[in-house]
């Protein structure tokens, strides 16, 4: 059963990275290296923030990273270096957060 399994995964990985490639050299070929590379980050940077799971990652992380810090507290494992890193990544958190609210407020041509 696990054979098969494997099998099944390697088979799906092979098929899925062949239409990537034949997907990507199409691209390439139509609209060359540069613009190619160009139009995918482009729309990348564009459309990433719209996405749903953004917000619900964002505000996942958010409201955890306290709870985890209160908890470290309670049990007596408070580590200094830690509490730092847990801050930064609560920020940064909140930035993807405020990035996703703007984002949307553009791409529904709010004005705050």
Same mark, same amino acid.
């Given at each position: 059963?696990?054979? =098969?399994?494997?099998?099944?995964? #390697?088979?799906?990985? $092979?098929?899925?990275?062949? %239409?990537?490639?034949? $997907?990507?050299?199409?691209? %390439? ?5 540069? /613009? =190619? *590379? ?6 990348? =940077? ?13 505000? !996942?992380? %958010? *409201?955890? $990273?306290?709870?985890? #810090? ?8 408070? /580590?200094?270096?830690?509490? =730092?890193? %847990?801050?930064?990544?609560?920020? !940064?958190?909140? #930035?993807?957060?405020?990035?996703h609210q703007r984002a949307k407020a553009r791409a529904t041509n709010v004005q705050r």
């Amino acid at each position: 059963m696990r054979l =098969a399994f494997a099998i099944f995964l #390697a088979v799906g990985f $092979l098929l899925n990275m062949g %239409v990537f490639g034949w $997907l990507a050299v199409w691209s %390439v070929r139509r609209h060359g290296f540069r /613009d =190619a *590379v160009r139009g995918a980050a482009r729309m990348y =940077a564009e459309e990433l923030p719209l996405y749903w799971r953004v917000p619900v990652a964002a505000w !996942t992380f %958010v *409201v955890a $990273l306290p709870i985890i #810090a209160i908890w470290a507290i309670l049990r007596g494992d408070w /580590d200094p270096v830690g509490a =730092a890193f %847990v801050a930064l990544l609560w920020l !940064t958190w909140l #930035a993807l957060l405020r990035w996703h609210q703007r984002a949307k407020a553009r791409a529904t041509n709010v004005q705050r």
